[in-house]
Structures are given as C-alpha cells and as structure tokens.
C-alpha cells in the first residue's frame, strides 16, 4: 500500500504529503526515518510501506494532523505506541507485519474510517476494534480469525468486512446482526454451508469462493455473489425477476377498464341529454 519502493542498495522511499497536496519522497536507509520527516508537522499523509522498518520513533506522535499512515510491508512485531496518538488518524494501513494484537490505546484512534490489517498473525478479534464508531471499512483477511465477539453489531458504522483466508469453520452467526453491512468477503475459509442471508437488508457483495459448500448461499435479490456456482444462481435469480416482472405487467393490463363502445347501448340512451344529466347526478335512488 502507498507510495513506497526501492531505490536500490539498501535504500527505499519513503512518501509524504503536506496540506499543499504536493507529495515528497524521501530515501529510507537502514531500517531508519529520515529525521528531517519529523520536522514536518503539517503532513497530512506518510506512507512508510515495505521500508523494513521494525520499529518507529516516538516522533510520529508529532505529526497530529496526519490522516494516512500507510506501514503495511514491514517486520513490525507490534503496533508503535506513537500510532496511537494521532487523534486526526482516518485510515492506517498495519498489513504484512507480524502483528499477534492491537494494544488497548488503539481505541484512541476515534477517527479512524479505513482499516487494513491483513496478512498478520491475528488469532482473536481485536477487542479495542469495538470502540471506534468511525470504523466504515476493516480489512482482517489472511490472518487466523476462527470466530467473532457478540459485541460485533457495536461497530453500526462497518460497511466493509473482509475476512478472506481464515480460519472460520462455520458461518460466524452475529454477522446475522449487522445490519449495515454491504461487503462481506469469507473467500478460503472451512465453511460448508451457510444460513439464510436475506435478512441482510444492506448487504450488496459477497463472496464465498473457496469454501466447502455444495450451493450458494440464500441471499437478498440486489446481493452480487463470488464463488462456486455463483454465476448460474444469479442468472437463474435474474430470469425468474423477469418472469415475474412480465407477470405483473399483465396482471395490471388486465385490471385496467375496457373502454366502453358509443354503439353499446345506444337504443337505449336517454334523448335530448338526459344522459349527461344522470351521469353527473346519479341515479334517482342515489341522489
């Protein structure tokens, strides 16, 4: 993730962006900041992805309009302290490191949207992950996940929750209960079959590739599935829509009045406008 990459005997580079928009590179050499970055304490954006880095200086924390930290790539053992104390934080890029946790300060980040987490060494659901309202989009695939808190529907802002490549042996059952949900990726798990999915009023994408399961899921007809047997469940969910459409096209032509003939009853049509008079008041009984 990020602007990152190499430049060649042992140096890479490092991106930022100030609140001009305009974006600087800086060379990164022996695992090291350069400390001149610190200095700069407008940045709006720091992208220190696959720099090597296996720690970040207590510096960072100076940077208190940062919004993007991308320090995905690296041998990271643990989250810096200093990421934590960035209150405009919006999105963080933590992939491929070697993270087993997030520390309790992490809750700090109360602004955080965008989470990206995957390709760690997560065997249980960060708990600090729950008190962040902001969260819309959090990105635990590839880790070793095997279930998920009750507490889950706390986080009612979560839009986007990937999954992929863990260690579910079934279908985590409060997932039924996040409501607001729109992308919901499980892709390689151990899941061989799963609940009905149409309560999920919100959901709009997901995927189920790479599970043992014999038939796609049960979902809400807007739902855009990916996986085994995908492809013919939509289109046969598609032309029954349109067969159904057609049916209640000429349901409704058929309930629409046929329009009366001038011949029709004409012997027996009142003279000299009798007609009109009782067309508009009715009928003696009536009126």
Not at 91 to 109: E, W
Not at 207 to 228: K, T, W
Not at 249 to 257: C, F, L, M, R
């Amino acid at each position: 993730m990020g602007s990152g990459g190499s430049t060649g005997r042992g140096a890479r580079l490092a991106a930022a962006e100030g609140p001009d928009g305009v974006e600087q590179r800086l060379e990164v050499r022996g695992r090291q900041v350069p400390t001149e970055l610190w200095a700069q304490q407008g940045l709006r954006k720091l992208y220190l992805s696959d720099a090597g880095l296996r720690e970040v200086p207590d510096e960072l924390a100076e940077l208190q309009h940062l919004r993007t930290l991308a320090l995905d790539g690296n041998e990271l053992m643990e989250v810096p302290e200093a990421v934590c104390d960035l209150p405009h934080l919006a999105h963080l890029y933590l992939g491929r490191n070697g993270l087993q946790g997030l520390p309790p300060a992490f809750a700090q980040l109360q602004s955080l949207r965008c989470l990206w987490i995957e390709g760690n060494f997560l065997a249980h659901f960060p708990r600090a992950l729950l008190q962040l309202p902001e969260l819309r989009s959090l990105q635990l695939g590839d880790n070793r996940l095997c279930r998920l808190p009750s507490a889950l529907p706390r986080m009612a802002g979560l839009r986007g929750l990937w999954l992929y490549g863990n260690r579910f042996q079934e279908f985590p059952p409060v997932l039924l209960r996040m409501d607001h949900i729109r992308v919901l990726d499980l892709d390689r798990n151990r899941i061989a079959s799963f609940p009905d999915l149409t309560g999920l009023a919100s959901l709009r994408l997901l995927s189920y590739d790479h599970n043992p399961v014999r038939q796609p899921p049960c979902v809400g007809d807007e739902v855009q599935l990916v996986g085994d047997g995908a492809q013919e469940y939509m289109e046969a969910r598609q032309e029954r829509l349109q067969s159904q459409q057609r049916q209640e096209e000429e349901e409704e032509e058929g309930t629409e009045a046929a329009p009366v003939s001038l011949e029709d009853g004409a012997e027996d049509a009142p003279e000299d406008g009798e007609g009109e008079s009782v067309a508009l008041t009715g009928s003696p009984e009536e009126t």
